[in-house]
């Protein structure tokens, strides 16, 4: 597991966005997983600058997202295929034929979830997953609790999360009840991992997942297990890690006990040979 510091979420974007150009660079029809939220939102703005000023090419890349909600039409504002299309597939050169977002409005579900699963290992596995995580430690729909062994499924909200979710729909009985979500265990197939965190309000998670007891109470723990899981956090996000030395420099980035370290200015050991994650 490789910590990487970012002073500010612009920061985190950008080096984010730099990671994966790196992967595509090196893999043209790389298999990308996707995530939604507002965690991301940053670096697909990145990824479009760079598509359309640095000629990043998306012509033969596949993507997969991490979840959708079951009973939203693919038009539905708040349906995460409409999420996608307006933040980033309508704006880079991504062949729609190569996008998968779960099919929330499938007749049969559950044979939607297997065939989900049954496509991402058909085009040879998801190469590098793109995480935000949640307050609660949760990864896509995985909420605590979740098996750290899951496939892709139907999920039942929380009632948090359906109160939550509230205030975007007209009324309560519009707001979903069920997702399909990919499951623990699929996200841990990925051969690389990237967690997204900014914020105080998830320093708490970042916490539990990096510190913490690898645990189904924090689903995102389970990236501690990952050979290749990068959590890229800003300083708010970091600000209750405990093994981080406090003196470090704002924006540098860490050395620290039990952690991997990266250096600022210089090339981040995972754009290099020295994989330095691999001395985890
Ligand atoms: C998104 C997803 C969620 C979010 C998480 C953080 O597809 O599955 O797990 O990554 O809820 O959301 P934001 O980024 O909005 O804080």
Same mark, same amino acid.
């Given at each position: ?18 990671? /994966? ?141 359906? #109160?939550?979710?509230? #205030? ?6 519009? /707001? ?30 970042? #916490? ?35 093994? /981080?030395? /406090? ?34």
């Amino acid at each position: 597991m490789l910590l990487i510091l970012r002073k500010t979420y612009e920061d985190l974007s950008q080096e984010a966005a730099r990671l /994966v150009g790196d992967r595509l660079r090196r893999k043209p029809n790389l298999v990308l997983g996707l995530a939604t939220g507002s965690t991301p939102l940053g670096l697909y703005t990145a990824l479009i600058d760079k598509c359309r000023n640095e000629g990043l090419d998306f012509s033969k890349v596949t993507t997969f997202n991490l979840d959708e909600y079951i009973g939203l039409p693919r038009s539905h504002q708040q349906s995460y295929h409409y999420f996608m299309r307006e933040s980033l597939f309508k704006h880079i050169n991504l062949d729609s034929r190569h996008t998968h977002v779960p099919d929330g409005m499938a007749r049969d579900i559950e044979a939607q979830c297997e065939w989900y699963e049954q496509r991402i290992v058909d085009v040879g596995g998801i190469d590098l997953q793109i995480l935000g995580i949640g307050a609660n430690g949760h990864l896509a729909f995985n909420e605590p609790g979740s098996s750290l062994g899951s496939r892709t499924r139907i999920k039942t909200l929380s009632e948090r999360t359906v #109160r939550d979710n509230a #205030r975007f729909f007209t009324s309560m009985e519009q /707001v979903p009840r069920y997702a399909i979500t990919m499951g623990i265990g699929t996200i841990m197939e990925a051969r690389e991992l990237l967690i997204l965190a900014s914020g105080e309000s998830k320093a708490e998670a970042v #916490r539990a997942a990096v510190e913490g007891p690898i645990t189904a109470a924090c689903p995102a723990s389970i990236c501690q297990m990952h050979r290749r899981a990068y959590f890229i956090i800003d300083e708010a996000a970091r600000s209750k890690l405990t093994q /981080v030395p /406090v003196e470090e420099v704002t924006g540098r980035e860490y050395a620290a006990p039990g952690y991997q370290s990266l250096r600022l200015g210089e090339p981040s050991e995972i754009f290099g040979e020295r994989r330095a994650h691999e001395r985890t």
